[in-house]
């Protein structure tokens, strides 16, 4: 887990990734190894484990304001909950002169979905792109990071004129970035219902699929709006850890 901590909000954001003893007697810690050494730290990283409420109200208080989770819990720290796509838009593909590249895009991922007969589940980042969210068990990091590699692919077979799967932004001419990096080991992507560090108060808001259109507006989904919003649609991203709904998936995507 981490977040971005801000001391006021023209100010820029620090991260803080290792607690080392700063965190408070509620909270649960995971230890890990670092992946990569740095001169004059130590070989550890002690995450923060955001597991109740009392963490996230202290997480709160602290001016965290975008939480970023891990796509796997300490349970099986090595096996991810879901495979992620990342859509992420250049300025170009949301401007006026083409406005439906993203959305072309984020249809093309739920046509292959179908197709397939796997679930999956989308939401806003908080800011200008999409994310999708395959819900998947007993598989490890590198091959939620092929499968995804192979569905942005699919994808951009499909709608080449909007997508890229360039990983050069100066190469990327304006397209749809398909991302599929965000499936490696403690990699993090915004949390459904995080505010994101943003000049409005936007949230990464999960959506019906019958919301992807070019009436979507994701600047309208905020910390004011999403109460009202989830009293009316309740928690749209409730069957991501549904156990029943990985196991029919990983299924489907042992065929690919």
């Known amino acids: 887990m981490t977040g971005t901590i801000r001391s006021k909000a023209s ?79 250049s300025a170009d593909a949301v401007s006026p002169s083409s406005p439906g590249s993203l959305f072309e895009c984020a249809l093309s991922v739920k046509e292959w979905c179908d197709k397939q007969k796997v679930k999956a589940f989308a939401k806003t980042s908080g800011q200008t792109g999409l994310h999708f969210y395959i819900p998947c068990s007993a598989i490890g990091y590198p091959e939620a990071r092929r499968l995804a590699e192979l569905i942005c692919e699919a994808v951009h077979a499909e709608v080449p004129a909007s997508s890229t799967v360039e990983n050069s932004i100066a190469r990327r001419e304006g397209k749809v970035y398909l991302d599929p990096s965000q499936n490696d080991y403690s990699d993090t992507l915004a949390a459904p219902y995080s505010v994101r560090p943003f000049h409005i108060p936007t949230v990464s808001t999960p959506l019906g699929w019958k919301e992807i259109s070019l ?26 850890l549904d156990k029943k709904i990985a196991a029919a998936n990983v299924k489907a995507l042992a065929k690919l």
């Open 11 to 89: 100010a820029p954001g620090i991260y803080i990734k290792d607690m080392e003893g700063r965190q408070p007697d509620c909270a649960a810690i995971f230890t890990d190894t670092r992946r990569h050494p740095v001169k004059g730290k130590r070989n550890r990283i002690d995450y923060l484990v955001c597991n109740n409420e009392a963490t996230l109200l202290w997480m709160v208080n602290l001016g965290c304001v975008d939480i970023n989770p891990w796509n796997s819990r300490v349970q099986h720290i090595g096996q991810p909950d879901y495979v992620v796509i990342d859509l992420d838009p």
């Open 215 to 240: 009436r979507l507006d994701p600047s309208s989904f905020t910390i004011d709006s999403l109460p009202a919003r989830l009293e009316e649609k309740g928690d749209l991203f409730a069957g991501v």
